[in-house]
């Protein structure tokens, strides 16, 4: 079975920024002005992340890249931190996804996807046991590595299904109407929640290993908006 991709809703017009008071990580970040030139610059460069995310085979590879070259962090390469307190049951549309049966054993793991201090990601990953390598499961049971880190000797494609819009810098209709005044003494409201993916996980034989929900925070880009 190969999911359909929604392609009318994979336009993603959200910039990660500037975390929201009610973020769990406190940052140092740069401000970004509430003008029309800093809103058309938030499109444009959050959809440079979305775009590259829905072309990779792993968005933790794609994160890795993400953090080195923009220097997110004194750390290279993204960092998971599973927590432990988090369950949730797959769904009978999930085993359909995932192509197992009612009594097939499918595992959970809920997981933030940091570089350095910034959590980039925050991920629920429901995965297939048995369609993978033991030394794969042990290190999903035992550690914090992402799973796109312990499955890679797999050679896995990924493919997204759906993206949710949680936040937009410009409204609907903005490229026909003024643009307003700009407030350029003031911080875009950014919120921490930006955008959220759906996506299957598939073996070189298009078997489905893992369905995972992944939303984008605002640690993703908290540098200086381009001048």
Request: net charge negative; aromatic share 8%; charged share 25%.
């Amino acid at each position: 079975m190969q999911m359909p991709i929604n392609y009318h809703r994979l336009i993603v017009a959200a910039l990660p920024v500037i975390v929201s008071p009610g973020a769990a990580v406190a940052q140092t970040v740069a401000i970004w002005p509430d003008t029309f030139l800093a809103r058309v610059e938030a499109t444009a460069i959050v959809e440079t992340l979305n775009a590259t995310l829905l072309a990779a085979h792993s968005a933790t590879f794609t994160l890795d890249a993400w953090c080195a070259d923009h220097k997110l962090g004194s750390e290279t390469k993204i960092r998971a931190r599973l927590v432990r307190d988090v369950d949730k049951p797959v769904t009978a549309e999930q085993r359909q996804h995932l192509q197992v049966s009612d009594d097939e054993p499918v595992k959970f793991r809920h997981l933030e996807l940091a570089c350095g201090n910034r959590v980039l990601s925050e991920a629920d990953n429901w995965y297939v046991p048995s369609r993978l390598t033991a030394e794969m499961n042990r290190l999903l049971e035992t550690t914090d590595t992402p799973f796109g880190r312990a499955v890679a000797d797999l050679k896995p494609s990924r493919q997204t299904f759906a993206v949710e819009i949680l936040w937009k810098p410009l409204p609907d209709g903005w490229e026909g109407r003024s643009p307003g005044a700009d407030h350029p003494e003031r911080a875009l409201d950014i919120p921490h929640r930006l955008f959220a993916h759906r996506a299957l996980l598939f073996t070189p034989e298009r078997k489905p290993i893992s369905e995972v929900e992944e939303t984008y925070t605002g640690d993703n880009l908290p540098f200086t908006p381009p001048r």
